[in-house]
């Protein structure tokens, strides 16, 4: 049999707001850096749903199947949903990449975005707060424990103390931030996939930007070049060198690059 080329698919929530695709211009930088591969993108809440996206790459017979939860925070959807509509769709081996907030250099990578971007006119890194914007659940009493990683992370690269972790839902909410900071400057970073209604409008509504402040919304972390290379950089790295140890072109026989969903 003849197989396809390996495919990737992104995986994200999705978006009420139909005319957005979370993901998708992440797929479109992938498709240049990983042009080995063939790159899909399906939802776990939306179409392409994830399920029809996987049955469609099965039907293709590709040399492998790496799906990249495209998730910032620790989620049932990424840990428990994802893997059983994986299992009723696919017989053969999938792998399971790092979630986008589990991914190896993501806190290297958003230092180095906060640091070029308080080196810009009109901000000064002992006068502005930082704030990790998350989604999280209504019954957060806290953020999630990666999250909470990241931030310490992203501190201790920077040598920044004013960095916080806060949410649109649960605690610590995203609209109490003047609370955390006596600081007048802040720049949010929200780690979301793509620009749906959240970065929209609920970010933009709950900073409630004064006239008094300056305040700078990234753009969400989903959508930034430098993802797609920490992305593509890590695919190479690790799905590239188990092909030139083992030799062969099955999914079966990687796996080292990460867990297999259709094995016990």
């Keep these: ?67 990249f939860p495209l998730f910032f925070g620790q989620s049932p959807l990424v840990t428990k949903e994802l893997p059983e509509k994986v299992r009723r769709v696919i017989s053969s081996p999938v792998r399971v ?51 909470t990683g990241i931030r310490k992370a992203v501190a201790h690269i920077t040598d920044f103390d004013e960095i916080y972790n806060v949410q649109l839902e649960g605690a610590v909410s995203l609209k109490n931030w003047r609370t955390m900071t006596h600081l007048r400057k802040a720049l949010f970073i929200p780690l979301m996939a793509g620009d749906g209604d959240h970065c929209l409008h609920d970010i933009p509504d709950a900073v409630n930007a004064r006239s008094d402040e300056h305040v700078d919304i990234l753009a969400p972390v989903g959508t930034w070049w430098e993802l797609s290379n920490l992305l593509a950089d890590y695919v190479n790295r690790n799905w590239l060198s188990c092909r030139c140890v083992t030799g062969k072109s099955k999914s079966s026989e990687t796996r080292e690059l990460a867990p297999c969903l259709t094995e016990d």
């Design 97 to 147: 990449l790092p979630a986008a907030g589990d991914l190896p250099g993501l806190p290297r990578m958003l230092a180095s975005r906060i640091s070029a971007r308080l080196g810009s006119d009109g901000y000064n890194r002992e006068r502005t707060a930082i704030f990790l914007i998350s989604h999280g659940r209504k019954t957060d009493k806290e953020p999630a424990s990666n999250l």
């Design 1 to 67: 049999m003849a197989f396809c080329a390996p495919t990737l698919i992104i995986v994200a929530h999705g978006a009420q707001n139909t005319c957005s695709a979370p993901g998708g211009l992440l797929k479109v930088l992938l498709h240049q850096r990983l042009p080995h591969f063939d790159v899909g993108l399906g939802f776990l809440r939306g179409k392409p749903n994830i399920s029809a996206v996987l049955a469609d790459v099965q039907a293709k017979s590709p040399e492998d199947i790496l799906l």
